[in-house]
């Protein structure tokens, strides 16, 4: 029973490095991308794949970037001549992160002290976007964040204008993901640039997000684009594929984005339902590629 066992399990890890292998090869024959937007992807969606099989992969299907990473792994995508089109949030003692950040002033010291310490490291590197987040409301109300936010972030601006790097605050949903988060609606982001009253600082606009706060994604965009300096996508609702199983069209949010001039990256963030994960990720990419 113990060998048979054994058997099955290194049949079943064999069977997984041949699917890997066999997208692998896929990918390096994939069609030209278009050229009218920068491919990016999450790597966090795709637990079980290895930064350097991503990489791999991620070079035959169009990627320029797979992103949300550190420093640490910076080195690794520019082996495979990839970029990081967004830099993780750097954490200090629990600050930095969805919950805990720039709405509140007694956070300020330590964000400035670690945002210090990355702005010229992804300048270094050529990452352009540096993320970040409000925090939660935790009892705050929205225009004392929006105040705190800005008073925050106003201290990193004569860095990230020095280091030509920008800061970039995610949309988040507060519906379904990320109960209480302040920065919720398009709105409060873009008064939130415009009080920091700087170019290199800009928003996230989460195109899964803003879809289950405040609906009209094409319209926002239309409206709000110079204040955008990323995308994001995702399945609403599920934050799956991005297919035809979900309420969004993405080629018409593309197209959209497009149109505004916009030449930065869009980033595939939905979690793979299928199987082949990679193929969900090459098929989102071509989704996207209008």
């Not at 609906?215 to 297919?243: M, S």
Request: one cysteine or more; proline letters at 4%.
């Amino acid at each position: 029973m113990s060998s048979r066992r054994s058997l099955l399990q290194s049949a079943a890890i064999a069977a997984t490095a041949q699917s890997l292998a066999t997208r692998l090869d896929a990918a390096s024959q994939a069609a030209p991308m278009k050229g009218n937007i920068l491919h990016s992807v999450c790597k966090w969606c795709y637990p079980k794949i290895s930064l350097e099989d991503l990489c791999k992969a991620g070079k035959g299907i169009g990627l320029s970037s797979i992103e949300l990473l550190g420093p640490d792994d910076w080195p690794t995508l520019a082996k495979h001549g990839l970029t990081c089109a967004i830099a993780t949030a750097p954490n200090i003692d629990g600050l930095g992160g969805i919950a805990k950040s720039f709405n509140r002033i007694e956070h300020h010291d330590k964000l400035v002290q670690v945002y210090s310490d990355w702005i010229p490291k992804a300048a270094a590197a050529g990452v352009p976007n540096l993320i970040c987040f409000s925090g939660n409301r935790d009892g705050l109300d929205d225009q004392k964040g929006l105040e705190n936010c800005a008073i925050g972030l106003k201290r990193l601006m004569p860095l990230v204008e020095k280091y030509k790097v920008n800061l970039v605050m995610e949309l988040l949903n507060s519906k379904v993901n990320h109960k209480d988060y302040q920065c919720d609606h398009t709105a409060w982001g873009v008064e939130l640039c415009k009080r920091v009253g700087s170019e290199r600082m800009k928003l996230l606009y989460d195109i899964y997000h803003m879809q289950i706060m405040e609906g009209d994604v094409i319209a926002n965009i239309r409206q709000y684009h110079p204040y955008f300096a990323h995308y994001h996508t995702g399945g609403v609702p599920g934050r799956n594929e991005i297919d035809e199983s979900q309420e969004l069209y993405y080629p018409a949010i593309v197209k959209a984005i497009v149109a505004t001039g916009f030449k930065g990256f869009i980033a595939q963030e939905f979690i793979p339902k299928r199987s082949d994960a990679l193929g969900s990720l090459q098929q989102g990419i071509s989704i996207c590629d209008v």
